[in-house]
């Protein structure tokens, strides 16, 4: 089938913003999900240089699925308030570039199992960007990265129980959940309800080892199948 919400980290073919518009552009694929921008990371722009990476964009003609963003990737020890002043550029940066998405983290933590104490801190966190997107008509895209809080399915779930509305919803990646030993087919039957946006990405139980999707246990055909029947309508970040 032919789709046209295909969209990727086109930093991973350079870090060089003309040089992946004109790969995107030799692929056919017209969407990007922006992370490292002519050796920056995108959280880190002005706002000068997100203007001008939106005229570098249009002249390519390629628009931004979701930003790429690190929020969320520090530990609960670490200054809040600094980072919430990082996620604040990247809703700016978001505006600028044309997109409702950003993509984000639920905080890493010291030590072994998540307390009730961490839980509660990692809530009051996304709570308080959550709000602040929705001021901004922002949606915070939730992914399932190894270690963060929302890693599991089990505490996925939590989160979406406890967040889940229009401005906060779940990326769902097979690669992160196959790193963390989960069930992919289990995982998305129970956080189907929320996805909104989905990464292409495989791996294997057995080393945690990236391969290419279809290729590893994370069931990427089987999912891709269950969304489109499921009625996805949403974009496939390569």
């Not at 921008?37 to 931004?64: H, Q, R």
């Amino acid at each position: 089938m032919q789709y046209n919400k295909i969209s990727g980290f086109s930093d991973e073919i350079s870090s060089d913003t003309t040089v992946q518009f004109e790969v995107l552009n030799k692929l056919g694929i017209k969407y990007f999900e922006p992370r490292g921008i002519d050796k920056k990371n995108i959280s880190e722009l002005s706002p000068e240089e997100a203007a001008s990476l939106k005229e570098k964009m249009d002249k390519f003609g390629i628009k931004v699925s979701s930003i790429g963003s690190p929020i969320g990737k520090i530990k609960l020890s670490d200054d809040f308030s600094a980072h919430f002043e990082l996620f604040k550029n990247v809703v700016s940066t978001a505006k600028v570039l044309g997109t409702k998405y950003i993509r984000i983290f639920s905080f890493y933590h010291d030590g072994e199992g998540w307390t009730d104490n961490e839980r509660s801190e990692v809530l009051s966190h996304l709570k308080k960007m959550t709000e602040y997107a929705c001021e901004n008509d922002i949606i915070l895209l939730h992914e399932n990265e190894k270690d963060i809080y929302g890693d599991t399915t089990e505490r996925c779930a939590d989160l979406m129980q406890e967040l889940y509305c229009d401005n906060f919803k779940a990326v769902f990646d097979p690669a992160n959940f196959v790193q963390c030993g989960e069930d992919t087919k289990n995982a998305y039957e129970k956080l189907n309800p929320y996805i909104e946006y989905m990464h292409i990405k495989d791996a294997l139980f057995s080393d945690g080892t990236v391969v290419p999707s279809g290729n590893g246990d994370g069931n990427v055909e089987y999912i891709l199948k269950k969304l489109f029947a499921d009625g996805y309508n949403g974009f496939l970040s390569l």
